[in-house]
């Protein structure tokens, strides 16, 4: 019997064990919207990959955060969501031909090209079913056991940059912050309902929270209409958001990302109150975001500068508790190729680029917190 017992003990903790690693989920860039240009993608993902695991659990600050590696990479492949704006622009190249120079043409379809998915997919009506889709991923990856790591390239990074804030439960109406006023008698009552933290996607459909035109947060104030919206927040929390503590780093690479928000954290920034939140959130709850270009890539826009936690909680006016998590932009490393290739070098490059990854974690880190002497 008790030999019975132990084999039993023994395949659970196997099991348990098997499924508590770190799955990477690889999105897809921009102007993939063929069937080649997919497995293309696949083989890319499963070439780089191989490399990430091999080098995050050789370096000890990288396998803190990620501990053990699920050896099966997900491809999230959302180019072919785009294809029909895709076509609908070739189109109109085939209409220009007639009345367009040869040079001006060929100049205008490589950026739009090169442009149009982060544009597309930059328009919430494009932007939100790939949301969904993904959120089903991270939601049966949490249910195995598993933690994720969103890693987006080219376009893929507004993608993972608009889960991080909008699915991301960094939204707590119950702690008092710097951003948002609670009334005394709301909060009572959320505490009484335990309204769990939730995310932007969940308190917009519910209709407690709306925004101004500065990006801020308005608080429903009539207490009855409060009430029967708070009512409903859990359950669309359980719907739209991500599981809390699923989600335990980003890295974006080829990321045009800076191009559209060249303005952060620039003198006079100020954050809006969705954004500070997820920066508190992400700090505190571990969570590495990584920017890795190359620094030959045309289309990778580095950020501006990196910083300091302290320098965080100043643009976002909100109160940071030290954690584990940090942002850092490391693009100072050539793809050793040519530059018009650059780009589409990463998955190539694979070794070359899961080295600046693990580099990126250990300066970056440094960086964050050691800056400030915070160890």
């Not at 308190?203 to 929270?209: G, I, P």
Request: hydrophobic residues 40%; glycine residues 6%; aromatic residues 16%.
């Amino acid at each position: 019997m008790r030999a019975l017992f132990f084999v039993l003990f023994v395949f659970m903790f196997c099991t348990l064990a098997a499924g508590a690693d770190t799955t990477f989920i690889y999105l897809n860039g921009s102007n993939t919207n063929t069937e080649k240009s997919r497995e293309d993608f696949v083989k890319g993902v499963y070439k780089l990959h191989k490399q990430v695991m091999k080098r995050f659990s050789n370096d000890e600050l990288a396998f803190s955060y990620t501990g053990t590696i699920n050896p099966e990479p997900i491809p999230f492949y959302w180019g072919d969501m785009s294809k029909a704006g895709i076509e609908s622009i070739k189109e109109d190249f085939d209409f220009m031909k007639a009345i367009s120079p040869k040079p001006a043409r060929y100049v205008r379809e490589f950026i739009a090209l090169c442009l149009h998915d982060a544009i597309w997919v930059s328009k919430y009506q494009n932007m939100r079913p790939i949301l969904e889709k993904l959120n089903k991923v991270v939601w049966d990856e949490y249910k195995k056991g598993n933690k994720v790591v969103l890693t987006g390239y080219s376009a893929g990074t507004f993608i993972v940059h608009e889960y991080l804030f909008t699915k991301m439960p960094v939204i707590s109406l119950i702690l008092k912050n710097d951003r948002v006023e609670v009334d005394d008698i709301f909060r009572k009552h959320l505490i009484e309902q335990n309204i769990k933290e939730t995310c932007a996607d969940a308190v917009f459909k519910s209709e407690l929270v709306t925004y101004d035109l500065t990006g801020n947060f308005i608080l429903e104030d009539d207490f009855n209409r409060f009430k029967e919206k708070a009512s409903k927040l859990n359950n669309y929390t359980e719907k739209y958001c991500a599981p809390n503590n699923a989600v335990i780093g980003a890295i974006n690479h080829a990321s045009p990302f800076a191009l559209f928000y060249s303005e952060l954290f620039q003198e006079g920034y100020e954050m809006s109150d969705l954004m500070a939140y997820s920066y508190k959130y992400l700090v505190e709850n571990n969570i590495f975001w990584l920017t890795v270009n190359f620094s030959d890539d045309p289309l990778g826009f580095p950020s501006s500068k990196n910083v300091t936690i302290d320098e965080v909680s100043k643009y976002g006016n909100i109160q940071i508790s030290k954690g584990g998590g940090f942002i850092y932009d490391k693009s100072d490393k050539s793809s050793g190729r040519t530059f018009i290739l650059a780009h589409l070098s990463y998955y190539k490059a694979a070794k070359r680029f899961s080295k600046m990854l693990v580099a990126a974690i250990n300066e970056g880190h440094k960086y964050f917190y050691v800056q400030n002497g915070l160890q």
